[in-house]
């Protein structure tokens, strides 16, 4: 079972940031937060990656909170491109077996 | 351009007729997987290899085959299709245990199998 709890579904006015929050309230000390994206059936695309401190790159950005039993990513001026699911994950660095749950549904709204 | 490429992206198939789906990487990554999606039950790994010739059994093996004979390659078989395994399929690689720069998934484009 995937260990973290997404909203199934969120809309966005294009050009405002998207805030989309993910629960992780059993993360070992151990597991990062990544975030992937997928748009319609395309393969699922890498976004952005974190342990405890605050992540940027140029995609989006990482929130997350000191006790890492949270994390929110940032897409800070949504598009109707960004229009996908978004899946926030917790695995180990070194650990190549990731589970995916059913993410996030992101409407980016015209 | 770094990739990973699934061939075909398409393949309607009947049941029984052995079937190949190929996926190759050009980033020297040591670890490949294969995943199926389905509707409800989002994405699920089949098989899994961490280097050439070590290959491992993910949720949902069953039906399926692999082989990793080069660092590339990465094919996911199946023997004796069956309409249950009509699915879209992903094949994803990284960097793999141990290393630092393991900085995600690359997934292939997908293949939409069908079997009749």
């Known amino acids: 079972d995937a260990k973290t709890t997404q909203p199934p579904s969120m809309d966005c006015a294009e050009g405002r940031a998207a805030n989309l929050p993910c629960n992780h309230s059993?993360?070992?000390?151990?597991?990062?937060v990544y975030w992937y994206r997928q748009i319609h059936s395309q393969g699922p695309q890498y976004i952005i990656h974190g342990l405890k401190n605050n992540e940027t790159n140029e995609m989006a950005s990482l929130i997350i909170t000191e006790d890492r039993k949270s994390s929110t990513l940032i897409l800070p001026h949504a598009t109707l491109r960004d229009t996908a699911v978004y899946y926030c994950i917790v695995s180990p660095r070194r650990d190549d077996k990731i589970i995916f749950g059913k993410g996030t549904r992101l409407h980016i709204l015209p | 351009e770094a990739q990973v490429t699934q061939n075909p992206r398409y393949l309607i198939t009947v049941t029984g007729k052995k079937l190949t789906v190929t996926c190759s990487q050009n980033m020297n990554h040591e670890y490949m997987s294969w995943y199926r999606q389905d509707p409800g039950l989002g994405l699920r790994q089949i098989y899994y290899?961490?280097?050439?010739?070590v290959t491992d059994k993910g949720d949902v093996p069953e039906g399926y085959k692999v082989s990793r004979k080069e660092k590339r390659n990465f094919p996911l078989i199946l023997e004796s299709p069956s309409p249950n395994q009509t699915s879209l399929y992903f094949c994803?690689?990284?960097w793999g245990l141990g290393s630092d720069l393991n900085y995600g998934y690359t997934f292939g484009s997908g293949t939409r199998l069908t079997v009749v």
């Open positions: 059993t993360i070992s000390g151990n597991e990062y």
């Open positions: 290899s961490m280097n050439v010739e």
């Open positions: 994803a690689s990284s």
